[in-house]
């Protein structure tokens, strides 16, 4: 769309200011309880300024870099998902009158959120969401609404983390699409700068609101080697290659009662996941009956009443449930919405307390078949 | 997601465990397909997938037959004349009663499963010169538990349709056959190879009925079934009833035996 | 009336079998008509033939103590009743009564047995026809044992 344009670390505050100007909250990246989270953000001061962190399986810390770097960790546990498609929200409110039900409340007010820092995986996510919530036939009025008004601040991953493979599902390390702008941190001897990209004509005014000049060639070469460095840099991979067949193919394959014995059906994964989207939904009513309420919250594929029906789970043993979260995520997610479920951000492996590592699920499966195949 | 309010004209008892709810749908009526269902919400309590069971011509008359099973369904029980009921739908893939013309039509129902199957048999009753010979096979698991008694009395009766009925135990009051629905198959009278099947019931007697009709030579894409699974949303956004590729909801809960041939047969999926 | 010839030949039960085997099986058939609610054979007593149905229907029936009689079972023409002939003591598990008119020919079961032992190879063809029947009956029998309309309470 438009050329690079370059703004130097002590500018940077202004984007905070473009954006509150025309009405947005921001809400980005930053440290409480030694974690990086999203919330509610007023100034660069409160992005996790010099920290980074390290992932493995089943292993999150937060350690301090040796430079000042406002995007220099991979990140959290939490995804934008929560702000467009709420962890518990009201869905509506009724009340019992003389002349039947009304509709008190039609669910909570949205704000219009800038999203700052959003990682490419997570822009990916987003839009395998877009294709979740509002393909159709049916619509999530409730994500749309949130969603249509959001501005997109990506930023591009110059660093990887040890449990990401977005190379492998091809959602990053380098956002291309979906931004209103697109941010590469430069840090080093040339100074503390950003590299940035509008990727709409919102994203072109708040970017003219920023003090910057055009990038010279050798800082977008700069950026470009930066980033086929993370490329290579994945602490996993994920082999995609007919992996709907696979999984879909071997329902009964040991693997999964291997898995089902050591997971512990926290749902852990599936609330980090950035595309998970399964919900459910309480009903309850006040004291006297008069008024009634339905809140939807997020909802697991781990948990048995997940599955429930009129005299039991259908999915009583872990294997099972493993199984079906992770052959919707990788396989029928593609018939479903024509486009695999999962980003390769990595969440799961790093917050599975038992570090379960579904690229290694995968692998195992791939193996035995190959092994099949070979012995035929 | 906000239910529309419909108020209970009646509510009466098919047999023991199972009663009918009849709501009012205003001056504008309720239109539906047999097969479909509807979410059926009571206030504060909560809200479940029900198909209605009532004739889909007369759209003045919603019906739903429903089991007490739940805390949701138990208080249905419990509505009376003029009580507001929540209702979302209707939702979900039809019986194709349309690709049933100029064949043989074989309903085979287990149990409650013939208050769905009700509607397309209101339809193919309703426009009888459309269809080859009718049959339905019903099994119940006492001649007790037998739901809507008078009407299948009724339709024995008619000389353009054959009904069987089978349960699972009986004393010697009962004057009928006595085993699974399966069995009444290789007798029901139709050509394997011009009938459409309608299959509804518990999941083990749709796999058993549907694969008896197979071996009989009925093709697995003309055999259909109607699949129960946990539903809140009722619209493929919730997640809850997928099974495998498929959310139950609006791919189905009518499917094609050939369409879930091989996942009937993987546990727990 | 049909010949039990004619009806051993259109039997779905012996469909195939040879006509040498045939014709010993029409030497030892006795035709049988029972009239509805009556019994075509009782729970205990000596069970010395098998019965191939040709037309009517008869309800396999045990007497549950304080429950009365409690039917297991409905068998109809086309099929055969029996298997307690096959193993001593050759007594009859249930009672077998007749749901309506029934006709049906009484095989013997002691010359069958006798014939079984002495040609294995109709020995065979009786016991695999007998197989299929168990089998099946075992498989529904079952699926009733699963209460599968029952609330799973």
Known sequence: ????????????????????????????????????????????????????????????????RKDEAL???????????????????????????????????????????????????????????????????????EYLRRRQQVFVVAVNCVETGGTCFCTSMGTGPKALEGFDLSVTELLGDAGHRFLIEAGSPLGEEVLADLPHRAAESGEVADAERLLEQAEGAMGRSLDTGGIKELLVGNPEHPRWERVGEQCLTCTNCTMVCPTCFCATVEDTQSLDGATAERVRRWDSCFTTEF?????????????????????????????????????????????????????????????????????A | MVPRFMPV??????????????????????????????????????????????????????????????????????????????????????????LASSRDVVFVAGGIGLAPLRPALYHVLNHREEYERVSLLYGVRSPHDLLFEDEVTEWRGRFDMAVRVTVDTADRKWRGSVGVVTKLIPRAPFDPHNAVAFI??????????????????????????????????????????????DFICKDGPVFTYEALHSRLDVREV | ??????????????????????????????????????????????????????KGDMAIELHVGAQGARIIQTVNAGEVVGWSWLYPPHRWMYDGRALNTVDCLCLDGESVRKRMEEDHEFGYEVLRRFGEVIVEALNRTRLQLLDVYGTGD
């Open chain 1, 1 to 64: 769309m438009s050329t690079t344009a370059v703004v130097e670390r002590e500018n940077f505050e202004e984007l905070f200011e473009a954006l509150r100007a025309r009405g947005y909250e921001s809400v980005g990246p930053t440290v409480r309880d030694s974690t990086i989270v999203y919330d509610h953000i007023e100034t660069v001061a409160d992005l996790p300024v010099g920290w980074t962190d390290i992932q493995e399986a089943g292993t999150y810390r937060l350690v301090r």
């Open chain 1, 71 to 141: 995007f220099g960790y991979v990140i959290g546990p939490h995804s934008f998902k929560k702000y467009l498609f709420p962890p518990r929200h009201t869905l509506f409110t009724l009340e019992k009158t003389s002349e039947g039900v009304k509709l008190v409340d039609a669910g909570d007010p949205v704000p219009q959120y800038a999203f700052i820092g959003m990682r490419p995986c997570e822009l990916a996510a987003m839009s395998i969401q877009d294709r979740v919530f509002g393909e159709g036939p049916f619509f999530d009025t």
């Open chain 3, 1 to 54: 009336m049909l010949s039990p010839e004619e009806v051993l030949k259109e039997h779905p039960f012996f469909k195939g079998i040879s006509d040498q085997h045939l014709e010993f099986l029409v030497s030892v058939a006795r035709p049988l008509r029972i009239e509805s609610n009556h019994f075509l054979f009782r729970q205990g007593s000596s069970a010395d033939c098998f019965l191939v149905l040709h």
């Open chain 2, 200 to 245: 509804c019931g518990p999941e083990i007697m749709m796999q058993f009925a549907a694969e008896e009709l197979a071996k009989s030579g009925v093709r697995a894409g003309r055999i259909h079934l109607s699949m129960e699974r946990n539903m809140k949303c009722g619209i493929g956004l919730c997640g809850h009833c997928q099974f495998g590729k």
């Open chain 1, 307 to 375: 599955s429930y029906i009129h005299g039991g789970s259908l999915r009583p043993s872990a294997a099972a449930r493993y199984r079906q979260w992770m052959t919707h995520k990788l396989a029928s997610w593609i018939d479903q919405f024509g486009t695999s479920g999962c980003v390769g951000c990595g969440r799961c492996i790093t917050w599975c307390p038992v570090g379960i590592d579904i690229t290694k699920i995968a692998a195992a499966i791939r193996a035995s078949e190959e092994k099949k195949h070979a012995l």
């Open chain 2, 9 to 98: 004209l009646d509510v009466w008892d098919d047999t023991d465990d199972t009663f009918t709810v009849e709501l009012d749908p205003g001056p504008a009526g309720f239109s539906f397909r047999p097969g479909q269902f509807n979410m059926l919400y009571v206030f504060g309590l909560g809200e479940v997938p029900i198909s209605i069971s009532g004739d889909p011509a007369t759209s003045g008359r919603l019906l739903h037959t429903i089991r007490g099973v739940g805390p949701v369904t138990s208080a249905m029980r419990d509505l009376a004349k003029g009580d507001l009921v929540g209702v979302r739908g209707p939702f979900g893939v039809p019986w194709p009663v349309g």
